[in-house]
């Protein structure tokens, strides 16, 4: 049964071996056309069998990523942030509780008119959106107190 004549044949298209956790698919099919229009990508060096050019020497020390620079030197830091790290937005926010919404006035003039650090940009914020919530409560029970 295990004649030349059987081994020479060729095979169908289910007398393949399945080939599990591969997503080749069937030995026997035909590669996809080229696609025409689009850059394609280039096959990593001594795939084709050509020798390929020597690499590139990176500019500095170990590159964990091609093309990406790698900054060396003193990190920079961020100055500590006013009012005990929180920054003056927060501390305005926090007192203007206590204080009769005046800080959150204080804290909008702030936002508008000064340099702000990106850092306390979300404490005024708060203070501009608790002096808006804090300027119709007082229009409101002004109004509903003269009724």
């Known amino acids: 049964m295990g004649t030349e004549e059987e081994a020479g044949k060729s ?3 289910g007398d393949h071996p399945t080939q599990y956790g591969t997503f080749q698919g069937v030995t026997n099919y035909p590669p996809p ?9 280039v096959p990593p060096p001594g795939a084709s069998g050509e020798p390929s050019a ?7 020390g170990y590159q964990t990523v091609p093309g990406y620079a790698i900054a060396e030197g003193t990190p920079v830091r961020l100055r500590r942030l006013p009012c ?15 204080l009769g919404a005046i800080p959150w006035y204080v804290g909008i003039l702030v936002l508008l008119c000064g340099r702000v650090d ?14 808006i919530i804090a300027t119709i409560a007082i229009i409101v029970g002004a109004i509903s107190h003269h009724w």
């Not at 020597?54 to 500095?60: D, G, H, S, V």
């Not at 005990?84 to 206590?98: A, E, K, N, T, Y």
């Not at 990106?118 to 002096?131: D, M, N, W």
């Open 84 to 98: 005990c790290g929180l920054g003056c937005g927060w501390l305005l926010f926090i007192i203007g509780f206590f």
């Open 33 to 41: 056309p080229p696609v025409v229009g689009f850059p394609q990508p």
């Open 118 to 131: 990106p850092r306390e940009k979300p404490g005024y914020i708060a203070c501009t959106i608790a002096a």
């Open 54 to 60: 020597p690499p590139l020497p990176a500019p500095y």
């Open 11 to 13: 095979r169908g298209v």
